[in-house]
C-alpha cells in the first residue's frame, strides 16, 4: 500500500497531526558521527555532560542506516568525498546534514590546498551551515534547532501547498 | 663524534662519492652521489663509531631553476647521540635512485611518500605506490610546476574566486 | 476449563494485532523511496566485497550445546519438583529423591568430562 505521504487535504486536524508528528521526528534526530578533524572534538564535547545533545534528543549513532542527521565535522578531501556521498546515499529517508566549522562550509583554512573538497556541499546537500573554526558547542546546539525549526515546517502528511512539477523547478 | 669526523671517515671510505660538506649549520649535511647511496647508508648503518640505526626521515626538494630534484635523508644514532644529513641531487626530468628500504625497513613508507608527492622512482622498491593521494590522482603535487587537474570524481576542484567578490 | 483457554486466545489476538497495527501505522506515515545506492551493504563507505559468511569459532556451538543439555535438565526437574511433596506423604519420599539425584549424576558426570577435557575454557591452552 502506498504511505499516506503527503496526499492528505489541508484540514485543521491533518494539520495538527503532522505537527505531531513533525515534532516526534525533530525531538529525537539521531545523528550520525561524521567526524573527521578537529571539528570532531567540538561536536563531541557537544555530545558530553557540559552542552548536552541528548537533551534534545539527538544520540550518537556510528551507523548511517539508524540515522536522519548527518554532522559533517571537519575536512572533507578528495578521498574522503567519495565514501561520504556513498554513506549520504546510505542513510534512509528523509535525512538532513549539518556542515559543521568552515572546513566543511567551504574549505576553510585549507581552500588553497590540492587534496581539499572546497565545502562538503559540493558533493550532498546541506540543510544548515555552522560558521566556525571550530564552533563553539552553543553554536552546533543552534544548528541542531534550526534543523528542528525545518523539520516542524515541513508537511508531512498534508499535501503541500505547490504542486511536485512547480516544486521540482525550484 | 662530530658531524666533521663523520664526514672525514666517511671520505677516507667513499672517496669521490661524497662531498659538499656544511659544519656550521644547525644540522650539519653532505652530499653523497645517487649511485653509491645504498652502500653509504649501510657503511652508516653498520660501521663502527657511526651505528646510524634510525632513520629519522626521507624527504625531497624540487630545484626547479637548477633543474634538479634533492633527496634528503636524515639519519641519527642513539648509541653515540649524533646525526647527520644526507642530500642526493637527482636530474628533475627523470628522478630514480637506487632504496634503501633495505637498509632501514621504514624507509619503506618514507619514499612511498616521496614518490606520491614529487615522483621520484626509487629502484627495488617493493611496492612503490602513492600512500596518501587516491591511486587515481595525477600529477604530483609537490613540484613548483604543479598544476590542479579541473575535476577530480565528478567534483569541481576550482574554488570561487573571493577576492573580486569582495571588491564588487 | 474451556473458557480458560479462551482467555490465552485473547491475550495471543491483542499481543499480534498490537504489533501488527504498530507496524501499519508505520508503513503508512514513512516515506518509500528505495534506490540502488541506498540498499547496498554498508562498509564503511567503501564498496563491499566478498561474502559476508565467514568462518566463526566452534567454540560458541560448543557452550551452546553444553547449555541445551542442561537447560533440558532444568526441564525436566521442575515436574518433579512440583509432585515431591505427594511423592513424599505417600511413603516413597527416598526413592524418588535417589531417582532423580541418579539423573543428575548421569549428567554431571558429562559435566565432568567436558570440565577435564578443557571444552569450557573460553581460551584453550596451548600445549607447549
Known amino acids: ?170 | 663524534m662530530d658531524a666533521q669526523e663523520i664526514f672525514a671517515t666517511l671520505e677516507t671510505q667513499f672517496a669521490g662519492k661524497v662531498g659538499d660538506f656544511k659544519g656550521d649549520v644547525f644540522e650539519p649535511y653532505l652530499s653523497v652521489d645517487g649511485a653509491s647511496i645504498v652502500e653509504v647508508c649501510r657503511f652508516l648503518r653498520d660501521g663502527a663509531g657511526m651505528n646510524f640505526a634510525v632513520l629519522s626521515d626521507l624527504t625531497a626538494l624540487d630545484w626547479p631553476k637548477e633543474e634538479k630534484i634533492q633527496v634528503v635523508y636524515h639519519l641519527f644514532s642513539y648509541a653515540h647521540n649524533h646525526q647527520i644529513v644526507l642530500k642526493v641531487d637527482l636530474p628533475r626530468d627523470n628522478p630514480k635512485i637506487a632504496t634503501v628500504e633495505g637498509v632501514w625497513k621504514v624507509a619503506n613508507w618514507f619514499e612511498r611518500e616521496v614518490y606520491d608527492l614529487f615522483g621520484v622512482i626509487f629502484e627495488g622498491h617493493s611496492d612503490l605506490r602513492r600512500i596518501m593521494l587516491p591511486e587515481d590522482w595525477l600529477g604530483y603535487p609537490l613540484r613548483k610546476d604543479y598544476v590542479e587537474q579541473e575535476e577530480y570524481d565528478g567534483i569541481s576542484t576550482q574554488r570561487a574566486p573571493l577576492v573580486e567578490k569582495l571588491l564588487r | 476449563m474451556l473458557f480458560d483457554f479462551a482467555n490465552v486466545l485473547v491475550f495471543t489476538a491483542l499481543g499480534l494485532g498490537f504489533v501488527g497495527v504498530n507496524l501499519l501505522i508505520g508503513k503508512l506515515l514513512r516515506p518509500a523511496n528505495p534506490q540502488t545506492r541506498k540498499l547496498s551493504t554498508y562498509e564503511c563507505g567503501e564498496p563491499a566485497m566478498g561474502s559476508a559468511w565467514v568462518n566463526f569459532n566452534i567454540r560458541f556451538y560448543i557452550v551452546a550445546l553444553i547449555f541445551i543439555i542442561f537447560e533440558v535438565e532444568i526441564a525436566f526437574i521442575f515436574p518433579v519438583a512440583t509432585v515431591f511433596r505427594r511423592w513424599v506423604e505417600g511413603g516413597v519420599g527416598v526413592y524418588a529423591l535417589v531417582e532423580i539425584l541418579l539423573f543428575i549424576g548421569i549428567l554431571f558426570l558429562g559435566l565432568v568430562y567436558a570440565w577435564v577435557k578443557g571444552d569450557l575454557e573460553w581460551v584453550k591452552k596451548v600445549k607447549t
Open chain 1, 1 to 170: 500500500m502506498k504511505p499516506l505521504i503527503n496526499s492528505l487535504p489541508e484540514t485543521v486536524f491533518t494539520t495538527k497531526v503532522d505537527e505531531i508528528l513533525n515534532w516526534g521526528r525533530a525531538s529525537s534526530q539521531w545523528y550520525m558521527l561524521f567526524g573527521l578533524a578537529c571539528c570532531a572534538i567540538e561536536l563531541m564535547q557537544t555530545g558530553g555532560p557540559r552542552a548536552d545533545l541528548d537533551r534534545f534528543g539527538a544520540v550518537p549513532r556510528a551507523t548511517p542506516r539508524q540515522s536522519d542527521l548527518m554532522i559533517v565535522a571537519g575536512t572533507l578531501t578528495y578521498k574522503m568525498a567519495k565514501r561520504t556521498k556513498l554513506l549520504y546515499d546510505q542513510m534512509p529517508d528523509p535525512k538532513y546534514v549539518i556542515s559543521m566549522g568552515s572546513c566543511s562550509n567551504c574549505g576553510g583554512l585549507f581552500q588553497l590546498a590540492y587534496s581539499v573538497c572546497k565545502g562538503v556541499d559540493k558533493i550532498i546537500p546541506v540543510d544548515v551551515y555552522v560558521p566556525g573554526c571550530p564552533p563553539r558547542p552553543e553554536a552546533l546546539t543552534e544548528g541542531l534547532l534550526r534543523i528542528q525549526d525545518k523539520m516542524m515546517s515541513e508537511r508531512w502528511l498534508v499535501k503541500p501547498s505547490r504542486p511536485a512539477e512547480e516544486r521540482a523547478e525550484a
